[in-house]
């Protein structure tokens, strides 16, 4: 049998491998009583696009698959950071034997050790404290490195004024769309719409003859997405595209996205921003939300050939100030 501490330093490098991901750096391993690993994982929230792809998530449930059964009672968890509370549910149904980690989580209401009173969670048992330095040297390197980075790399707004610049946005869009849609829209849908309003066309007569500004964003030389916004008769500010690449994703850019939009409104005499937004575009839907945006309607909209946009109507109302 090895010590608490080998494993710990086994979920320590799983951390350090999300970090390089740039995950927050989280790593948990499922170990059986006879010293075999049976499951291992590290955060994979931002890779996956999925709110439940925390470390321990992933090392239960492969220990799951590896051992054959969902009742790891002659097993423990080694994790870098306490348990939030969806990994205690999980912690609690796989019927571990113990949880060993090293860093705690302050002040997080859910956190493991605030449920152990419960009588359902009694029966675990809990070792604190393992390797909690090198745990949290990994949390401060990251989030010093994440803070660097916001404040050295701000977003650039650039108009798109020229025909070289249509031709950079259209092809942005033709490659940001075929990357997201494809699990909301069908491929035929998706070529439709990226031909009918986002080709070089498209973008030309909107900014000649409809009002529309493009921008193109940058951070450094680096091309991370684009926006579109129009003038509303009603003193609104449409905001009709908001995309931005994959990789770039995450990184608290549509906060400034947003804070440019405020700025413009102010500047401009508008009093609100509104946008529409697939139903299902759920992730958009969310940050749309987590800024203040109030959804104020829905609707269907024909934009022929047989296809419709089923979209939310959001709106958020810009200050005097």
């Given at each position: 049998?090895?010590?608490?501490?080998?494993?710990?330093?086994?979920?320590v490098g799983l951390a350090g491998e999300a970090m390089l991901r740039g995950e927050v750096p989280v790593g948990a391993l499922v170990v059986r009583q006879d010293g075999f690993i049976a499951g291992r994982g590290s955060n994979r929230r931002q890779q996956d696009r999925?709110?439940?792809?925390?470390?321990?998530?992933?090392?239960?449930?492969?220990?799951?698959?590896?051992?054959?059964?969902?009742?790891?009672?002659?097993?423990?968890?080694?994790?870098?950071?306490?348990?939030?509370?969806?990994?205690?549910?999980?912690?609690?149904?796989?019927?571990?034997?113990?949880?060993?980690?090293?860093?705690?989580?302050?002040?997080?209401?859910?956190?493991?050790?605030?449920?152990?009173?419960?009588?359902?969670?009694?029966?675990?048992?809990?070792?604190?404290?393992?390797?909690?330095?090198?745990?949290?040297?990994?949390?401060?390197?990251?989030?010093?490195?994440?803070?660097?980075?916001?404040?050295?790399?701000?977003?650039n707004f650039t108009e798109v004024m020229t025909d070289a610049q249509t031709e950079v946005t259209a092809a942005l869009a033709d490659e940001i769309w075929h990357e997201f849609f494809p699990s909301i829209l069908s491929a035929e849908q998706i070529d439709y719409m990226?031909?009918?309003?986002?080709?070089?066309?498209?973008?030309?007569?909107?900014?000649?003859?409809?009002?529309?500004?493009?921008?193109?964003?940058?951070?450094?030389?680096?091309?991370?997405?684009?926006?579109?916004?129009?003038?509303?008769?009603?003193?609104?500010?449409?905001?009709?595209?908001?995309?931005?690449?994959?990789?770039?994703?995450?990184?608290?850019?549509?906060?400034?996205?947003?804070?440019?939009?405020?700025?413009?409104?102010?500047?401009?005499?508008?009093?609100?921003?509104?946008?529409?937004?697939?139903?299902?575009?759920?992730?958009?839907?969310?940050?749309?939300?987590?800024?203040?945006?109030?959804?104020?309607?829905?609707?269907?909209?024909?934009?022929?050939?047989?296809?419709?946009?089923?979209?939310?109507?959001?709106?958020?109302?810009?200050?005097?100030?």
């Open positions: 049998m090895n010590s608490d501490e080998y494993y710990m330093g086994i979920a999925n709110a439940l792809a925390h470390a321990e998530i992933i090392a239960i449930d492969e220990a799951c698959r590896t051992l054959g059964g969902w009742r790891l009672t002659e097993c423990t968890l080694y994790v870098t950071l306490e348990p939030c509370l969806m990994c205690s549910g999980a912690i609690l149904n796989s019927c571990l034997k113990r949880v060993v980690f090293g860093m705690g989580d302050d002040g997080a209401a859910g956190s493991f050790t605030n449920l152990k009173s419960d009588k359902l969670l009694s029966r675990t048992e809990v070792t604190a404290g393992v390797m909690e330095h090198e745990c949290k040297l990994l949390f401060k390197e990251f989030f010093t490195k994440l803070r660097s980075e916001r404040k050295m790399c701000k977003l990226v031909e009918k309003f986002q080709s070089v066309r498209a973008m030309k007569e909107q900014i000649g003859s409809e009002g529309y500004k493009y921008f193109l964003l940058f951070r450094g030389r680096e091309r991370v997405g684009y926006i579109a916004v129009r003038p509303d008769k009603d003193g609104r500010l449409f905001l009709s595209k908001l995309y931005i690449k994959k990789e770039h994703r995450g990184k608290g850019y549509a906060a400034e996205v947003f804070g440019f939009l405020k700025k413009y409104c102010r500047g401009n005499g508008f009093d609100s921003v509104w946008l529409t937004v697939n139903k299902n575009n759920i992730s958009a839907v969310s940050v749309y939300e987590k800024r203040g945006f109030k959804k104020i309607g829905e609707g269907v909209t024909d934009i022929g050939n047989g296809f419709v946009m089923d979209d939310f109507y959001f709106q958020l109302d810009v200050d005097a100030k």
